[in-house]
């Protein structure tokens, strides 16, 4: 594709899933070499071969994003392999608890601040120092349109998305000096296998979810990843602390119609 990314090393958590995983393939496009680091080593291993396949430089490491001891090993062994980090995608997140806060458990509930939100602070906790020992580089954390505004029955996916951007925020604040820029992609509706479970079909998915949206479609992994390569890039040279939403317009949209008056 090009060479945006040429001489990185990408470790990227959730990398075995829909959009952590377009997010490797693309990366490793523009010329990084990737640590794809999921909860299931399969998943990770599936994305690193296909990588491979086509040229580019992968591995895959099996990483619980919520264990500090997993994750420090997990950067340990991307250096090992490439020789340093330049650049972390934190693209993992667990099925969260559906309900009001009387049908939520306590342990659902904990379980989805630990992997969507704890593990991001553990992931950066044990990269950022390799980052820098880099001579800097890039974050870039996967929030969503739904930490913008709240959807019924979803505190904690919506809760732990909103506190992702905040501690983006502060991430590059913190890391400004090391020459590491900290963003967020909020993605809105993007059609992934967990979708298409959701929804059933690709056209019902669209239709349910992409109805209404300025675009009128609902998204894909494709142009997730590419927001992500654009901000891990020194094309986003003087862009940190910021929240790239990359959802066809959902957010900007407060209407329930896209009835357009004759000009
Ligand atoms: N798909 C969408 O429409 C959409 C919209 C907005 C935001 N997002 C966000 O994008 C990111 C990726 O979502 P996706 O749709 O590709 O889902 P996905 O389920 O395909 O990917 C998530 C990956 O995270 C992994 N994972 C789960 N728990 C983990 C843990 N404890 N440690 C390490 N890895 C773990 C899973 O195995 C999976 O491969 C998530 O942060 C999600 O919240 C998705």
């Not at 958590?13 to 393939?25: F, K, M």
């Not at 990084?32 to 040229?55: L, P, T, W």
């Not at 608890?97 to 379980?111: H, M, T």
């Amino acid at each position: 594709m090009g060479c945006l990314l040429k001489d990185r090393v990408a470790i990227i958590s959730g990398g075995g899933g829909d959009i952590g995983g377009g997010i490797a393939r693309r990366f490793a496009l523009e010329g990084a070499a990737i640590a794809v680091c999921d909860i299931s080593q399969d998943k990770a291993d599936k994305v690193a071969a296909d990588i491979q396949q086509k040229g580019g430089r992968a591995i895959g490491i099996a990483v619980d994003v919520s264990k500090p001891e997993q994750c420090e090993a997990a950067a340990a062994r991307a250096v090992e392999a490439f020789g340093k980090i330049t650049t972390l995608v934190n693209a993992s997140a667990t099925v969260s608890p559906d309900g009001n806060v009387e049908k939520i458990q306590l342990a659902d509930w904990q379980r989805a601040l630990d992997v969507n939100f704890t593990g991001m602070f553990l992931m950066c906790k044990y990269t950022m120092g390799h980052i820098r020992a880099a001579g800097g580089g890039a974050v870039v954390n996967i929030a969503s349109s739904h930490g913008h505004f709240g959807l019924p029955g979803r505190s904690a996916y919506c809760s732990t998305k909103a506190a992702v951007m905040h501690f983006t925020r502060v991430l590059a604040i913190d890391y400004g000096p090391d020459n590491i820029r900290a963003n967020t992609i909020s993605p809105g509706p993007i059609d992934t296998e967990r979708s298409l479970r959701r929804y059933g079909t690709r056209e019902n998915s669209n239709k349910v979810r992409g109805v209404g949206q300025v675009l009128g479609r609902t998204g894909t992994v494709e142009e997730v990843a590419a927001a992500a390569a654009f901000l891990a890039s020194d094309e986003a040279s003087f862009i940190t602390g910021t929240d790239l939403l990359v959802d066809g317009g959902q957010t900007s949209f407060k209407g329930s119609s896209l009835e357009r008056y004759p000009s």
